[in-house]
């Protein structure tokens, strides 16, 4: 785990994108898919590439 954790405030998401650009143009390809793999896993579990994604639909009704 990497303990060198740095926090940014920023102050529109122009400038927080310009610094993702920085930060993935400095990474190396292995470290870009290596981070691709650890969001699919968080997002999907850890069997993502052997079972389905179940698709779901969600929404809402109101008032107005």
């Known amino acids: 785990m ?3 954790l740095k926090v940014e405030i920023f102050h529109s998401f122009e400038e ?3 610094a993702e650009n920085r930060r993935r ?6 470290d ?14 850890s069997d993502w590439a052997t079972k389905p994604i179940e698709k779901v639909v969600s929404y809402e009704k109101t008032d107005w």
């Open 2 to 4: 990497n303990r060198n």
């Open 16 to 18: 927080e994108n310009e």
């Open 25 to 30: 143009s400095q990474m190396s390809i292995e």
């Open 32 to 45: 870009r898919l290596k981070e691709f793999a650890i969001l699919q896993e968080r997002r999907w579990g």
